[in-house]
């Protein structure tokens, strides 16, 4: 049974003979390791960070689009708003009877201008 034992040993033995860097890590390259290290770590993140930034300019452009052409939907109903509005002034100014036909329904409301105008307040007096 010591037998068994003793094989996986020499086994380590026969490799740390033919591979010395295997079982003892060599100061000067452990700086050199971190440095990759981080370097691939540094590359990492800055992959990352840079499809980040490519899927939010991305996003921002089908954004902007869409808002241009809502933009440019607005400004049609808008100047189709506008010519209605100047149809319905000139067929009531042709028909004044629409007015009242209006103001009876409440679509609009007639101000009437005052007959005087608002009386002037007189100056603040100084106080000393």
């Known amino acids: 049974m ?6 996986p040993v020499e086994k380590e033995k026969i490799r740390a003979e033919a591979n010395p860097a295997a079982t003892e890590s060599d100061p000067a390259q452990s700086p050199w ?8 770590a540094g590359l990492a993140a800055s992959v990352s960070f840079n499809f980040l930034l490519f899927q939010q300019n991305s996003m921002l452009k089908q ?14 109903t808008k100047n189709a708003c506008q010519s209605l509005i100047q149809d319905i002034v000139n067929f009531s100014n042709q028909h004044p009877d629409v007015l009242e036909i209006l103001a009876r329904h409440g679509a609009i409301k007639f101000v009437s201008a ?9 100056p603040p007096s100084a106080k000393p």
């Open 63 to 76: 954004q902007f689009a869409r808002q241009t052409e809502q933009s440019r939907r607005l400004e049609q």
């Open 33 to 40: 390791k971190l440095l990759l290290l981080l370097g691939v």
């Open 114 to 122: 005052p007959s005087e105008p608002p009386p002037i307040p007189p």
């Open 2 to 7: 010591d037998s068994m034992n003793s094989k």
